[in-house]
């Protein structure tokens, strides 16, 4: 089971794993230990252009994630109603979700926060409608579990953090 202190270590390890990847790849990273709401790393290019990375790290299973920071969503009695795409917490956010192994063979799924939002807003979509808009066990449940198959197209994309650095789009 996983404890506090444990799960924070997964979460500080992940962080230091990308900005030391980013390092590698030339840009400057700073991380800042969970301090700010909605990314982890600033990353820095050459010129000074820079851009905000979010960080979720797991040992095993699934990433956790509240649906509400990616849909709006409303309650009709027990059943959830996905209201439609929120916005960007920070402009051009990119996502780096990492699944860190015992061999240290660590896994990276790069991709744009838009990106993320719709394959969260897919999925959760399909699972209510497998139940009838009504989540089983806890109907009121804004939760949602993030499988690595939902992103595994996205892996080793650094390149996006390249692009992105590399233009204003």
């Known amino acids: 089971m996983a404890t506090g202190r444990s799960t924070q270590l997964t979460a ?14 030339g840009m400057i990273a700073t991380t800042f230990t969970g301090n700010v ?9 050459a010129t000074g252009r820079h ?6 790290a797991i040992r095993k299973g699934s990433w956790q994630l509240n649906l509400t920071s ?7 009695g027990k059943k959830q109603i996905i209201e439609g795409p929120t916005r960007p917490p920070v ?7 990492v699944m860190l192994k015992e061999d240290r063979r660590d896994r990276f799924f790069i991709l744009d926060w838009r990106d993320l939002q719709k394959i969260v807003i897919a999925t959760h979509s399909e699972y209510l409608q497998k139940h009838g808009g009504i989540r089983p066990k806890k ?7 993030l499988k690595p198959a939902s992103v595994e197209r996205f892996e080793d ?9 590399g233009s204003r789009s």
Not at 70 to 76: D, H, I, L, W
């Open 37 to 45: 709401p909605h990314y982890d790393i600033i990353a820095s290019d």
């Open 139 to 145: 109907p009121e449940s804004l939760h949602l579990a």
């Open 91 to 97: 402009e051009r956010l990119v996502c780096v979700f």
């Open 51 to 56: 851009l905000a990375v979010q960080v979720k």
């Open 157 to 165: 994309n650094w390149k996006l953090i390249e692009r992105r650095l």
């Open 70 to 76: 990616f849909a709006g969503v409303s309650f009709r």
């Open 12 to 25: 500080q390890v992940g962080e230091y794993l990308v900005a030391a990847e980013l390092c590698r790849r």
